[in-house]
């Protein structure tokens, strides 16, 4: 780690100008609420918030920002005008269509957005010389997926098999040209980062397993679990959220470190769905439960897929903060303070509180 900058997460994003697409989602509002109680200058550049209700919404990040522009990435001319009016320090880019179903539905616009969208964040990149640090958001299933027991590392083959899933890695390779391309003589860091699946409060998507569960629950209905056996790397949305923007800090300082990482859980808190389900359902209580429907005519999904994170490991020091049973806890926290409609900004800065003093103090 050496030549590494110690100063902490809320030190550094004070007073900095962060651009983020894609904010208004899921992941993106959680990042927002972060920079905020770090002091940061936030501006997001995103279509509506994608779900009714959402997390952007009904926390009121937008009062706790400096700019929310309206946009979408797939329009060139406006994604350029807005980040030069920004001139930011750094940029994160998380716009995209995210979910597998959907891009079966919806192909076309699931590539237009997931590789011209990136086209478009890159090239407004190129011609705004404030910028220092990128991050290109991506996922752990940009690649070629054998189903092998072990976890995928950043040298192996990138080849989603489903629309979205190869739409991420065209993103992927389409980042890679433009580094070697446009970036190689300009003082810039860019990094993608491929995370495994997120949970957290506040998560409205639909064909996502947690916030099936939740709704399951307002419903007072048992959960409909599809798959119970396919095995996922799980984590908690501030485990993602926090390493983008401590590897964003690095490599701000010395852009030597960017590159490709995987950022995911513990081989410890790789669990199929079946036991997330489990865990909901302990730290719910009360009459939770579920069943299995299998859907024979489903479309294609991964059924094991797990991530190699030693690279992250040994280049920032990083370990995940939260272990599964935690992150799950965290996301019923949440989504009963939701339910019973009590204050979940309070409840998203004590989780926050509580996980970025941990993450400081590994």
Not at 120 to 125: D, I
Not at 163 to 177: A, D, F, H, M
Not at 264 to 270: A, I, Q, R
Not at 277 to 284: A, N, S, T
């Amino acid at each position: 780690m050496e030549g590494l900058v110690t100063m902490n997460l809320f030190d550094f994003y004070k007073n900095k100008k962060v651009f983020i697409t894609g904010h208004t989602g899921f992941k993106g509002s959680w990042m927002c609420k972060v920079l905020s109680m770090a002091g940061a200058k936030v501006s997001g550049y995103a279509l509506e918030a994608p779900t009714n209700p959402s997390l952007f919404k009904l926390a009121g990040i937008e009062r706790c920002m400096d700019l929310n522009l309206l946009g979408d990435v797939r329009d060139l001319r406006n994604l350029q005008l807005a980040m030069q009016a920004v001139q930011p320090d750094i940029v994160i880019h998380m716009a995209a269509q995210p979910l597998v179903r959907e891009s079966y539905e919806n192909p076309v616009y699931t590539y237009a957005t997931n590789v011209m969208g990136t086209v478009n964040f890159l090239e407004a990149v190129r011609h705004c010389p404030s910028v220092k640090s990128v991050i290109n958001v991506t996922t752990d299933k940009v690649y070629l997926n054998n189903e092998w027991e072990y976890g995928y590392r950043e040298i192996d083959a990138l080849d989603g098999y489903d629309p979205y899933s190869n739409s991420k890695s065209c993103s992927e390779l389409v980042t890679s040209s433009y580094k070697k391309s446009f970036f190689t003589d300009r003082d810039i860091a860019i990094s993608p980062c491929r995370a495994g699946n997120v949970i957290g409060g506040g998560d409205f998507a639909k064909d996502r397993i947690i916030p099936d569960c939740v709704r399951a629950m307002e419903q007072k209905e048992k959960i409909v679990v599809r798959n119970p056996y396919s095995t996922r790397p799980y984590q908690h949305v501030l485990e993602p959220v926090c390493t983008y923007l401590l590897l964003a800090m690095q490599q701000y300082e010395n852009k030597e470190i960017a590159g490709s990482y995987n950022v995911g859980p513990d081989d410890c808190d790789c669990v199929n769905t079946g036991d997330l389900v489990d865990l909901f359902c302990k730290h719910w209580g009360e009459t939770a439960g579920w069943v299995n429907i299998s859907e024979s005519n489903a479309p294609h999904e991964a059924n094991f897929l797990k991530l190699d994170c030693s690279k992250i490991k040994k280049v920032l020091g990083w370990q995940p903060v939260w272990h599964i049973d935690d992150a799950v806890a965290k996301t019923v926290e949440w989504s009963k303070a939701y339910l019973r409609k009590q204050n979940i900004n309070e409840v998203m800065e004590k989780q926050i509180n509580e996980f970025v003093n941990k993450f400081e103090n590994r």
